[in-house]
C-alpha cells in the first residue's frame, strides 16, 4: 500500500509574514528611539555651553574686582575713573537698576547701604549666564 501522506520535511527558516511582522515592530521602536532620543542628543551640549558662558562671566567680574582692588590700594583714588574702566557708560549719572542694566546706581541709605557712599551694580552677562557684584566708593 502506497502512503497518501507525504513527508515533508522540516523546512527551517522564518515565514514571510514572521519577516514582515518584525520589521514593522522593529520600525515602531526605531521611530520611538529617535523621538525620545533625538533631543536628548541635540541638548547633550547644553551643560557645555552653560559652564563656558558663566567662565566668560566669572573672567569679566574678576577684572572687574582686579580694577576695584587697585582703585582701593590707589593713594588718590577716583570712583568716576573706577566706573568708567568698568564700563558705565555715564558714570557720573547712572540710572536706578533696571534687570538687564550693565552698570547701575543702588539707591543708598536703608539698613544695607551707606547713605554717604554710592554703591554700584556690575551684571556681566554671557547668553543666559549671568553674575551680579557690587562695588562701593
Not at 94 to 118: F, Q, V, W
Amino acid at each position: 500500500m502506497t502512503k497518501l501522506v507525504k513527508n515533508f520535511k522540516n523546512k527551517n527558516g522564518f515565514t514571510l509574514l514572521e519577516v514582515i511582522a518584525t520589521i514593522t515592530v522593529a520600525a515602531l521602536l526605531g521611530t520611538f528611539l529617535i523621538a525620545f532620543m533625538g533631543s536628548a542628543v541635540s541638548k547633550s551640549a547644553d551643560p557645555i555651553r552653560q559652564i563656558r558662558d558663566l567662565n566668560v562671566s566669572q573672567q569679566n567680574i574678576e577684572q572687574y574686582s582686579a580694577l576695584y582692588a587697585a582703585y582701593l590700594a590707589a593713594t588718590t583714588p577716583d570712583w568716576t575713573a573706577f566706573k568708567a574702566q568698568i564700563g558705565c557708560e555715564n558714570p557720573t549719572s547712572l540710572p536706578d537698576c533696571p534687570n538687564s542694566a550693565n552698570c547701575c546706581k543702588i539707591p543708598s541709605g536703608g539698613s544695607i547701604y551707606n547713605a554717604n557712599y554710592e554703591t554700584v551694580q556690575v551684571t556681566s552677562t554671557q547668553n543666559n549666564q549671568r553674575i551680579v557684584t557690587y562695588f562701593m566708593e
